[in-house]
């Protein structure tokens, strides 16, 4: 689609007439009609608010004349999975799992390619080959190419570092020192835990991205514990293998 047509489907999807959208972006009906007629194109500055408003990406508004991808992870990019900054606007750069509300998530290309693998792995392509592919894919993309300009071991690691001692400090029972934590993707980790009333509840989110690891109990059995966290919570649990009978441990606001 051209820009006219994408600009008058969302306007009328979202409710809009044209003096309300010329309102919201700060332009007059008759800037508006123009887009629409095709006579003119926004500009810079007017594209981020009507990206914002409808939470599309310019490359959607602008009829998508890119094949965007993920320039942590080469993902290809669709509206749904674009990161944001902090105020909401997309950042078009990345998915929301590589960036998520203004920091990098990852700064290992290993530690990304093993999250990678878990996900992209299939009957048709096996671990080796997704890992294969990725060890030579990564290294061309624009955020491995600029890591140490983009801070990779600056704020992020000093996060986590301040993590894993809020995490050690709690001093579980049976449960290793936390050495590491690495990404996570939610709809991985995000099980299902059970009540004492009977009902049972999630406390994640499947499209966010965590830290986290897993670690084998000193008390030795089948359990495992499990670790997720980030800027506003710690969650410890346990369970067995492939996550089967869940136990939450702590769940703590930080």
């Known amino acids: 689609m051209e820009t006219k047509e994408v ?8 409710g ?3 003096d309300e959208l010329a309102e919201k972006v700060f332009v007059t009906r008759q800037a508006v009609s123009r887009w629409e007629n095709g006579e003119t194109v926004p500009n810079t500055e007017t594209l981020k608010l009507l990206s914002k408003l409808f939470d599309v990406s310019i490359n959607t508004l602008l009829g998508s004349p890119q094949n965007l991808i ?6 290809p990019l669709e509206d749904a999975i674009i990161s944001k900054e902090k105020d909401g606007v997309l950042n078009e750069h ?12 990852y700064s290992d290309m290993d530690d990304l390619i093993e999250v990678c693998v878990k996900n992209m792995a299939s009957e048709e392509h096996t671990e080796e080959e997704v890992r294969s592919y990725l060890k030579a894919t990564l290294p061309k993309l624009d955020y491995w190419k600029r890591y140490e300009e983009l801070g990779g071991n600056g704020a992020f690691e000093e996060f986590k570092k ?5 995490i050690n400090a709690l001093n579980i029972e049976g449960m290793p020192k936390v050495e590491k934590l690495n990404a996570l993707v939610g709809s991985y980790v995000n099980l299902e835990y059970r009540l004492p009333n009977g009902r049972t509840v999630k406390y994640l989110d499947d499209n966010a ?11 030795g059995g089948n359990r495992c514990f499990g670790i997720v966290a980030n800027m506003d919570f710690i969650l410890i649990c346990t369970y067995e293998e492939n996550g089967e009978n869940p136990e939450l441990v702590i769940y703590k606001k930080r």
């Open 7 to 14: 600009i008058l489907g969302l306007r009328t999807k979202n």
């Open 16 to 18: 809009l007439s044209q």
């Open 70 to 75: 993920c320039q942590c992870c080469g993902m």
């Open 94 to 105: 990345y998915c929301k799992w590589c960036y998520a509300d203004g920091e990098y998530m």
């Open 162 to 166: 301040q993590l894993i001692d809020e």
């Open 209 to 219: 991205t965590y830290l986290g690891n897993e670690l084998e109990c000193e008390f």
